[in-house]
């Protein structure tokens, strides 16, 4: 897949001289500036005893001098420590708040995103008495409305009608992590579900979310948590954010936002992500207040540290075969091994398993399946219970999974950000880690112009050992490759039949791809 031509966009003037987060250290949290000892004490039980650089430097912005006065566009690395730096700071200012009501919201693009970041926010929101909700896709809205709205106290023979207590429905929640369609589905039809009095709002993955199909939840939050701009209507929105919105001071003051009499400090904003987009078209439907950059380093990407990418050259037929013996000589360290699209991931595990006993346990993983499948599925590999997770893109971003040791790309990334996030499932948080990159020699070039895209020089040529390839050769040739294409057939005749011969819909490249193609 060719990488889309580059437009010369204009760099921001804010994005000129951003704050260097390599200038910062780790910082041990008893140095932490005015941290909650309660919250210490949590993040300690998290086994965490000091904050990492992206950590600080945030630190600073919000809670230290930086005072949340503006809006942060944090790009630094995968497994940095990201969303500690917006949990921590959030979590410790509305410590003090007086009366329950949505305050926070966290957009993230996925529903197992947004599972993993609420698990960061009741590790610590609770030590000060914060509640923490979530909105994602899936699951019972009934359910998940019960846990985010109070159901006010009713007399005896009284029943509960939302119309009738609209203006008195309280929000059971401070923070409230979602997905943007559950969060739509919120805000058109929950009673008493209001942005009305939202002080912070992070997005997370946010070149994930600056695409079309994304963008129409952004300027109806915007909208409703500014109080005095709900009649605004979501048509004219942009153009107002984008010309009145920014230079327009609302004042912050340390009252509570949205009550009467009160002036309402403006809604923070904080977006995140490893390849911060610098596209001004798309950066101002964030409609930023007076932006501060925070990046690491002087390139416009990193890799983290202690990651080494490597590749394995090959023939396009020999790839299973180059593929298992790899993970055969990697001996059951747990890896990720990334295919291009959802067909060819369950096309890879149906191969893989015609050859028999392997020593490793793998499992596929992939956007259309069941919320209940990837979940179950996530939380084995975790456990250790699955040693190989052959997966779509549908991983590659955000997620964290203690003890990933490899990153297989199996197909080659096809954008630069594709293989930043991808091999970003490893060497997290200070950790060691190694990208395999399985090539045809014909690639070789256009790889490594897009590891050098990525802010990496080298790469190491992997070698297997010599007779690795061949002992499985036989086996292969004589059986697996013929089995699959007779288990396709056997599978499309099935589903042409149940389809009453309609064409099948295309199977699609899953969520990653298209993201990564832009800016
Ligand atoms: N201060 C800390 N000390 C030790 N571990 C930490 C600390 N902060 C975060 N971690 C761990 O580092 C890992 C990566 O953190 P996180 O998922 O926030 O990274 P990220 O920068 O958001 O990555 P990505 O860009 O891939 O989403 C997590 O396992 C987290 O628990």
Redesign the pocket.
Known sequence: MEEPKKRNLPILPWMRRPVDIQQFEDCPLGLVPCLDQRLQAALEK?T?????P??VAVWLETIGPGSFERDLCIN?????????AYALPIVQQLSTRKISCLRALVVLPTRDLALQVKK?FDAIAPAVGLHVGLAVGQSSIEEEISTLIKKPKLGVGMSFDPEGFQTELQSSVDILVATPGRLMDHIKTTKGFSLRHLCYLVVD?TDRFLREEYQSWLPTVLRLSCPDQQEVSSHTSSYYFSTIGQLRTLRRCGVERGFKGKMSPRLVKLVL??TLTQDPSKLSQLALHHPLFLTTGPKRYKIPERLESCTLICESKMKPLYLVALLQGLRGEKCIVFTSSMKRTRRLTTLLKFFGELPFKISQFWGQQRQSTRSKTLDSFRKGEIDVLISSDAIA??M?V?GVRNVINYDMAPYVKTYI?RA?RTA??GQSGRCFTILRKGEMKRFKEMLQKAGEGSCTAHTLPADSVDQLRPVYESGHLKRLKEGDLETSKKKGMRAGGIKRKKDDVDVEGAAAAGD
């Open positions: 998290m965490i005893s000091s904050l990492f992206v950590q630094s690395p995968t497994g940095s420590g990201k969303t500690l960061v993955e992500s490893a971003r955000g964290d203690e996030h970003g997290r948080a």
